[in-house]
């Protein structure tokens, strides 16, 4: 699984500093090839701090580990002067062990971001020649070859961060701006930059972090924001699609009752994306239905709760942007000393968390889907949306690929962080399965866009077949942004493309761009 990642000329320059950095500032090195530069107070803080280790590491000093000794259950080994500098090059050859398939370079991007953000804190003990090699790949987009597995998610993502690290050093793997792999040294020169002789502890520092998980939830994160709001609408399509009704959407019937704030903003947002609609007054001119099934009327409790998840994910994504992570650390007053920062259990459990979210958003969606091919629940619509009932099968087997993509998230909601098993000769004998988790949620998040997509085509078809009955102005603006691309109501043809075509305005963002034009902006 690769991706390339091009420049846009409108991104300025991304400033690391000691403090940090925010989640947009990820995204866009991450996604959109954004520059970074090291601010000058923190190359001096960095300076300053390299200072301690140097004086850890000169000879006479006690043994202090991952200074002057080996690593892991080797701990207690003491390492020569003379023999540093392959330590630390052994260190990192030895744990770029990856295998599987490539991740996604938007993944190593933030990886090596996040690993340079840590870097630059000020409390790792590199060079500044570390931190500014490793912007400088992202700045000339040479991307490192990262594997699927190699990752436990404790002692940081090892594996991941040893294949970046190696590239610093002029070895391993690693792809040009282009996407192509190249020769690592050719790729540097190229880029004018120099490989690294990684000195006393920067082997270590380059390697002991969370920041594959880290940089993975940010990217969950940003998508499922999106995502719940298109669930929304997809939502508001289907009420109109099935005839349903939007009293249960009312301000009073949320947060006065149940103050659940994802809820509230659930129900305001499809509540907004309904209104004006003459199909919801023909429902209720009618007044035939009291209540609508719970894949209607539940709808802003699901996605509310979603939507709940996702905030409080945000607020661990915050809190572990805001760390600085490696082992041993040092302190303020020049201390090194050892700790268990590097465990990834916060961000692995919140990873997990969105991958159960995200499947039950899928699995209420894909409810919603079937009920509106069902000629005995559909209230009046043609079987399966088929043109020709019996020549044609309509959207049949687009549930079908529904339903497979949510067994598939359910399976994916099962939780990594609950896994662990033992390594480095029983001295890391738990960890956090964060990577995995990562990865898991990574699919999930596909798949829910895909689901939806689903719904998009379904819903639109159903509301078209609806005529001469109109859809709200919002709903309508959503459909004619579909209808570029795909065509209406008609005979079976090749669905496939249709699905992907969906699924690519969903991902452009342009569905929900042409809706807040009516609505404002969702919440």
């Known amino acids: 699984m690769t991706s390339t990642t091009a420049r846009t000329a409108d991104d300025s320059a991304i400033t690391l500093s000691t403090s940090g950095l925010s989640a947009a500032d990820v995204l866009a090195v991450a996604r959109r090839g954004a520059p970074v530069q090291l601010d000058a107070a923190a190359r001096e803080e960095v300076v300053r701090v390299r200072a301690h280790i140097d004086a850890l590491a000169a000879p006479g000093h006690a043994p202090v580990y991952g200074v002057s000794t080996g690593f892991g259950a080797l701990a207690d080994t003491a390492i020569a ?57 992202l700045n000339a987009q040479i991307t490192p070859i990262v594997h699927e597995y190699g990752s436990l998610g404790c002692s940081g993502d090892l594996a991941p961060l040893s294949h970046c690290a190696i590239v610093l050093m002029g070895e391993g793997r690693a792809r040009d701006h282009d996407g192509t792999e190249r020769p690592v040294p050719e790729l540097l020169a190229e880029a004018g930059i120099e490989p690294v002789l990684l000195e006393e502890k920067e082997g270590l520092a380059l390697i002991n972090g969370t920041d594959g998980m880290l940089g993975m939830l940010l990217m969950a994160i940003a998508d499922l924001d999106e995502l719940v709001r298109t669930a929304d609408l997809t939502t508001a399509l289907t009420v109109q699609g099935l005839r349903g009704r939007d009293t249960v959407f009312r301000p009073e019937l949320h947060a006065p009752l149940r103050p659940h704030p994802g809820q509230e903003a659930s129900a305001a947002n499809i509540l907004a994306l309904l209104e004006g609609s003459p199909i919801i007054a023909d429902v209720a001119a009618e007044g035939s239905r009291v209540q609508d099934a719970y894949s209607l009327r539940c709808a802003p409790q699901v996605a509310g709760g979603v939507r709940d998840t996702i905030e409080h994910a945000r607020t661990v994504a ?6 600085a992570i490696d082992n041993p650390v040092v302190l303020e007053d020049g201390t090194v000393t050892s700790n268990g920062n590097f465990h990834g259990a916060p961000v692995a459990y919140v990873l997990d968390f969105l991958a159960v979210v995200s499947a039950d958003l899928a699995s209420i969606a894909e409810r919603r889907t079937d009920r509106m091919l069902d000629r005995s629940r559909s209230h009046g619509l043609p079987p399966f ?63 829910l866009r895909r689901v939806l997509a689903i719904e998009l085509l379904t819903a639109s078809r159903a509301i078209d077949l609806r005529a001469p009955l109109e859809p709200s102005a919002a709903s309508a603006a959503a459909v004619e942004v579909l209808r570029r691309t795909v065509q209406g109501p008609g005979p079976d043809r090749f669905l496939a493309p249709d699905i992907a075509e969906a699924e690519a305005r969903l991902l452009d963002g342009t569905v929900l761009a042409a809706v807040e034009e009516v609505t404002g902006t969702l919440r």
Not at 119 to 127: I, K
Not at 318 to 323: D, G, I, N, T, V
Not at 411 to 420: E, F, I, M, N
């Open 81 to 137: 002067p003379s023999m540093r500098h392959a330590l630390q090059r052994s260190l990192i050859r030895s744990h770029a062990a990856g295998a599987g398939p490539e991740v996604e370079t938007e993944v190593v991007r933030a990886l090596m971001l996040l690993r340079a953000r840590t870097l630059a804190s000020g409390r790792t003990g590199v060079r500044p020649v570390v931190v500014e090699t490793m912007l400088a790949l």
């Open 318 to 323: 915050e809190r572990e942007l805001a760390s």
């Open 385 to 447: 949306l088929a043109d020709d009932p019996g020549v044609d099968s309509g959207f049949m087997i687009a549930q079908y690929t529904q339903a497979a993509m949510v067994s598939e998230m359910k399976r994916l909601a099962v939780p990594a962080s609950v896994d662990s098993i033992p390594s480095s000769a029983m001295q890391e004998d738990h960890v956090s399965m964060g990577w995995h988790a990562a990865r898991k949620l990574r699919t999930s998040v596909e798949n």
